[in-house]
T-cell receptor
Framework: GDSVTQMEGPVTLSEEAFLTINCTYT??????LFWYVQYPGEGLQLLLK?????DKGSNKGFEATYRKETTSFHLEKGSVQVSDSAVYFC????????????FGTGTLLAVQP | GAVVSQHPSWVICKSGTSVKIECRSL??????MFWYRQFPKQSLMLMAT?????????EQGVEKDKFLINHASLTLSTLTVTSAHPEDSSFYIC????????????FGQGTRLTVV
């Protein structure tokens, strides 16, 4: 069935470092892809999304490009801040009968000053 | 974005008792609500999907008699864990969506359940 695989954490970076969190997916159809973020003590929030191949989602300095050829949707940010410390979840949305979000395991990012 | 409030944030209960978790959409009408369960270092696993006024649709392997879901109004869904056991200890998260299939889903902050 459909699935999402993302890199295990925790990822520990210094402030202003470059961030990459890898995410690959398996899907039978043409899913939409998402990154969600969960800050400490808060609920999940949509960070960015892409609905078709070659689309680039971006928000708050984060970017991810929907790569159909490599079935990937890696999250990147050029310069992380302490306030970016959170758990990041990659997810795919299967259209049609299932109509549900499938999540990766989450990656904890810790940014140190 | 829209706000989904989940209550309580954490709960400890004794084995054999029942626990109810509430999920409210505060500023929109949630036609569909989802309940997820998250084990440590694992994905969010969808337990069930409920539409307002209808019976919930449970995912394979989820006991519907153990995890009772009620979605009686457009702003409230409840998950009741009946006859709780220590293996039910987990992090439960609800999500709510208004409108059609392509509208965004908003998440509650989650409930940490510990059964002792």
């Amino acid at each position: 069935g459909d699935s999402v695989t993302q890199m295990e954490g925790p990822v520990t970076l210094s402030e202003e470092a470059f961030l990459t969190i890898n995410c690959t997916y398996t899907a039978t159809g043409y899913p939409s892809l998402f990154w969600y973020v969960q800050y400490p003590g808060e609920g999940l929030q949509l960070l960015l999304k892409a609905t078709k191949a070659d689309d680039k989602g971006s928000n708050k300095g984060f970017e991810a490009t929907y790569r159909k050829e490599t079935t990937s949707f890696h999250l990147e940010k050029g310069s992380v801040q302490v306030s970016d410390s959170a758990v990041y979840f990659c997810a795919l949305y299967t259209r049609g009968a299932t109509n549900k979000l499938i999540f990766g395991t989450g990656t904890l990012l810790a940014v140190q000053p | 974005g829209a706000v989904v409030s989940q209550h309580p944030s954490w709960v400890i209960c004794k084995s054999g008792t029942s626990v109810k978790i509430e999920c409210r959409s505060l500023d929109f009408q949630a036609t569909t609500m989802f309940w997820y369960r998250q084990f440590p270092k694992q994905s969010l696993m969808l337990m069930a999907t409920s539409n307002e006024g209808s019976k919930a649709t449970y995912e394979q392997g989820v006991e519907k008699d153990k995890f009772l879901i009620n979605h009686a109004s457009l702003t409230l869904s409840t998950l009741t864990v009946t006859s709780a056991h220590p293996e039910d200890s987990s992090f439960y998260i609800c999500s709510a969506r208004g409108g059609g299939m392509n509208t965004e889903a908003f998440f509650g902050q989650g409930t940490r359940l510990t059964v002792v």
